[in-house]
């Protein structure tokens, strides 16, 4: 069956530190990945999302890149965080056929 | 951008009742989907309906397209305590199938 692992489930960091959030799926090839920020009591804003290795989409302008190195591993990253960071990051996949998301647990995210 | 959008934005109904939220949305889709959020955690699918559906049930949920209105309703039967959460629904758009979330609606049943 399907998985898949976000982590850190809690990160606190002081502004201008680096970010490196990490999510990767099991038991599939080739999912579409996403990384969706929340801000509290708020709908699903997409940040990116990726149909292959190395292909990635950036749907706003920000602080914030991704990258996917492995076919089923999508990374969150930044160089120098901004209090405005601060939020609920969820990672998703999906698959061609079938556009069901999976969500990864979420990582809450507060810059300091 | 977000493409669908929610209402209302916070229900709050007893337990047994009915929880009817609504979902639009401004382009064509290729479905429609509604998803379940408790708090803190990452959303849960709940149920896909296609843009050549109309109606589609899931136990105790009911959802409803209109592509004409570009609207959809969700209606959750006889709920429970259990049902209290955020509901949000999501479109996908072109070939990439990206989903779009709208802000959704925070549903609390009460004992």
């Known amino acids: 069956s399907q998985t898949i692992h976000q982590w850190p489930a809690t990160l606190v960091q002081p502004v201008g530190s680096p970010l490196s959030l990490e999510c990767t799926v099991e038991?599939?090839?080739?999912?579409?990945l996403y990384w969706y920020r929340q801000a509290a009591g708020r709908g699903l804003q997409l940040l990116f999302y990726s149909v292959g290795i190395g292909q990635i989409s950036s749907e706003v302008p920000q602080n914030l890149s991704a990258s996917r190195p492995q076919d089923r591993q999508f990374i969150l990253s930044s160089k120098k965080l901004l209090l405005s960071d601060s939020g609920f990051y969820l990672c998703a996949w999906n698959g061609d056929t079938n556009t069901e998301a999976f969500f990864g647990q979420g990582t809450r995210l507060t810059v300091v | 951008s977000q493409q669908g959008e929610e209402d209302p934005q916070a229900l709050s109904i007893q337990e047994g009742e009915n929880a009817t939220m609504n979902c639009s949305y401004k382009?064509?889709?290729?479905?429609l989907q509604w998803y379940r959020q408790n708090s803190g955690r990452g959303l849960v699918h709940l149920i896909l309906?296609?843009?050549?559906?109309r109606e589609k049930h899931s136990g105790r949920l009911r959802v409803t397209l209109d592509t004409s209105k570009k609207s959809s309703s969700l209606l959750i039967t006889a709920s429970r305590a259990a049902d209290t959460a955020s509901y949000f629904c999501a479109t996908d758009e072109g070939s990439a199938r990206q989903l779009t979330f709208g802000s959704g609606t925070q549903l609390t049943v009460l004992p």
């Open positions: 038991g599939t090839s080739n999912p579409n």
């Open positions: 309906i296609r843009s050549n559906e």
């Open positions: 382009t064509s889709i290729n479905n």
